[in-house]
C-alpha cells in the first residue's frame, strides 16, 4: 500500500501542476503544528525563487488546486506561504480500510529481495552468557526480523566462540583435576568415552578457576597456550574433549536462547572457518597483500583519507598461530562461498569497531569480498547499572544471563498477582512472557549504539514507555474484542469517518505504520518501531478512555470502533513479533 504521505504528495505535485507550477515543488511532511493541520508543504518557498514571486502568491494560487482533491477537508495558507493540509475524514477511513484488508498491514516488501547475514549472539562456549551477550542476541534477533519482515533474505549465524584460549584453559584444567582421563594420554588409541567427563554446572566452574589461575601462574598460562595450539593442530585427545565441551554448552546455549525467543539459522563456529586459513593467508602471501612484521604477518589497512590511525591488520602471530581478525577473514570466505550474500551485518560491541574496520577493509583489499557484498558494523552500547556503571549483581559479579531473567520474571509475577486478573496457575506463565517484553523492550527502546541503563523497576512498569505497558495496551484491545464477540458481534464491516479528534489522531498514526516500519529497517533501528508503537499505544489509551466502545447505540459505529480496534491489535502484535516477544492473552 502507497504510504499515506506519498498520496498526500502526488496530490499536492498534481495541485502545483494545475497552478502552473512545477510538480518538484511539491514537497510534504508531517506537520510541526499538529493544531492546525495534520500535513505541510513548504515547496512555495523554494518555487518563489524560481518563479520570482513571493511564496504567498504560489501557496495561494495552489491551496485551491489542493482544496479540491478528495483527500483533503481543509486547505489553508499560513505565514509567508505555508500550505497547511487536514486531511478529510472519508480519506482516512478509507485508508483504514484498505489496511484492514491487507494482511501486510500496507507495509510494503522490498521489490528485489537481498541475502544477508546476521552475525550476531557470538556467545563463547564454556563461558557463561552474560548481560553483554543479551543485547547482541535482542538487537540482532530484532534486526533479522525485521528484514524478513520487508521481504529479504536474512541468514542468523551465531557464530560461537569456540576456538580460542578459553578451550586450553578449560583442557589444563580437567588435566590438572584428572590426568588418569585417556583425552590426556598421547598414546591412547581407543574410542573415547561418550559421556563427558564434566556437566554444565561444573564446566562452569571450571572455566573462571583456570582463567583466575592462569593470570596468577606463568607456567599454567604457558600450558593453556600449549593446549591451544595442540588442539588447533588437532590432537585427537584434545579434539575429542573440546567436542564434550561443544555439546554440553551448546545445549545449554539452545536453551537460554530459546527462553529469550532468539533463534540462529546456523550454529555456526570460529573452528569451521580453520580449514580456510591456509589458502587464505597463501592468496594473501602470493598477491602480496601480506607483510612481514617484527615476525608477525599483517596487512596495511590504513587510508590516506583516515583522520585517526588505524593500525595493521594481524593476520598470524610471530608463532604461526592465528588471531581474531584471521578467523573473521576466514568466515567471510566461507560465508562468501556458501551463500554469496549481499550484505554481512555483525550486531557486536561497539568497543570492537576497530578490529571490524580492519577486517572490512582487508576483505576488501585482499578481494575476498567485492563491491557487490555490503560490509556493516553494528555497534552496541553497555547496558549499564543505575550506578552507571557495566550491570552487575548485588554483590558486585558478572550478571548471568539467566539470574537477570529470573529476576525480571518474579518481579512480574508479583505484579501480575496484584492485578489479580490472571489466576495462579497462569501468572509464571504470563509472567514469563511480560518480563520478556520488559527486558526486550528496555533494551530496543534505545538507539543501539548508546549505553542505557538497566532499571529493573522501570523496565517492569505497566506505565510509561515499557514492554509490558505495549503488551498491556494489546490486551485491553483482546479483552473488549473478546466481549463483543461473546455479546454475538463480529469483526466485519466499514470503518467509519472518525468521530472525534482523539480517534483521528488514532488513524493517522496507524496509518503511518508502512512508514515507520520501512524506515527503521533502512537505518537497522529498532527504537523506531519501538518510539511508533508507544505514540500508537498512547493514542488507543486516549480514544479508549473518551469513548464507550461497547454500549454505543449505534452498531455501524460500534462496528467500526471495533474494527479500528482489531486494526490497531493486529499493528501492535506485527511490530512487536518483530521486536521479538509476544503479547499474552490476559495479564
Ligand atoms: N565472541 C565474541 C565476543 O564475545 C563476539 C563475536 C562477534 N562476531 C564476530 N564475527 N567476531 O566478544
Known sequence: MKRI???????????????????????????????????????????????????????????????????CKEVSVAGPGFINIKLSDEFLAAYMQEMCADPELSV????????????????????????????????????????????????????????GLQMGLIITEVHERHPELPYFDESFEGEYPSEAPFTIGELEEIYPAASAKSKEDEVYKAKALHATNELQRGRRGYMALWNHIMNVSVTDLKRNYKKLNVEFDLWKKESDAQPYIPDMIQMMKDKGFAREDQGALVIDVKEETDTKEIPPCILLKSDGSSLYATTDLATIVERMKLYDPDEILYVVDKRQEMH???????????????????????????????????????EGGIMRLENLIEDIDREMYKKIVENRSVKDKDAEKTAEIVGLSAIKYGDLSNQASKDYIFDIDRFTSFEGNTGPYILYTIVRIKSILTRYKEEGGVIEGKILPPAGEAEKNLMLQTAR???????????KAPHKICAYIYELSNLLNSFYHGTKILSEKDEDRRTSWIMLLDLVRRVLEDAIDVLGFEAPERM
Request: hydrophobic fraction near 35%.
Open 356 to 394: 571490524f574496520t580492519q577486517v572490512f577493509r582487508a576483505a576488501r583489499k585482499t578481494g575476498l569480498i567485492t563491491d557487490k557484498t555490503k560490509t556493516s558494523f553494528l555497534g552496541f552500547g553497555t547496558m549499564n547499572g543505575k550506578d552507571g556503571k557495566p550491570f552487575k549483581t548485588r
Open 5 to 71: 504521505i506519498d498520496r498526500i504528495k502526488e496530490e499536492t505535485e498534481a495541485a502545483f501542476e494545475e497552478a502552473g507550477f512545477d510538480a518538484s515543488f511539491a514537497l510534504v511532511t508531517v506537520s510541526n503544528r499538529p493544531d492546525l493541520c495534520e500535513y505541510q508543504c513548504n515547496g512555495a518557498m523554494a518555487a518563489a525563487k524560481t518563479y520570482k514571486t513571493a511564496p504567498r502568491n504560489i501557496a495561494e494560487k495552489v491551496a485551491p488546486a489542493l482544496q479540491e482533491k478528495a483527500i
Open 513 to 523: 505504520y508502512n512508514e515507520a516500519m520501512e524506515n527503521a529497517y533502512a537505518e
Open 108 to 163: 510494503n516488501k522490498t521489490v528485489s529481495p537481498k541475502t544477508i547475514i546476521i552475525d550476531y549472539g557470538g556467545p563463547n562456549v564454556a563461558k557463561p552468557l552474560h548481560v553483554g551477550h543479551l543485547r547482541s542476541a535482542i538487537i540482532g534477533e530484532s534486526i533479522k526480523r525485521m528484514g524478513r519482515r520487508m521481504g529479504d533474505t536474512v541468514i542468523g549465524d551465531v557464530h560461537l566462540g569456540d576456538w
